[in-house]
């Protein structure tokens, strides 16, 4: 996983976190232990697997393609590209 992956996985995971109201329901979701996460998100284990990435992905109903992807802007429809109306 490159820098920027992870960094984009970090926010993702963050922004999971307000979506499910805590870490424990995050994790729960994801089937993992908090602290895998917490630890990850908060640089006390800075390396992490695709599969952490998987389930983060799992969990928000999305691709580990677009979860880790560059930001789409909000302006624009993420399937054709074209600006509001």
């Known amino acids: 996983m490159t820098d920027a992956e992870a960094m984009r996985l ?3 995971l963050r ?9 424990a ?3 729960a979701a994801m ?5 895998t996460i917490t630890n990850f998100v908060y640089g006390s284990h800075p390396s992490t697997t695709h599969g952490l990435a998987a389930k983060a992905a799992r ?3 999305t691709t580990v393609e677009r ?3 560059r930001p789409a802007a909000a ?3 993420p399937h054709c590209g074209r600006g509001a109306p």
């Open 10 to 12: 970090r926010a993702a």
């Open 15 to 23: 922004n999971l976190r307000g979506l499910f109201g805590s870490w």
């Open 25 to 27: 329901c995050l994790a």
């Open 31 to 35: 089937a993992v232990p908090k602290t």
């Open 59 to 61: 969990a928000a109903g």
């Open 67 to 69: 979860l880790l992807g």
């Open 75 to 77: 302006d624009r429809c």
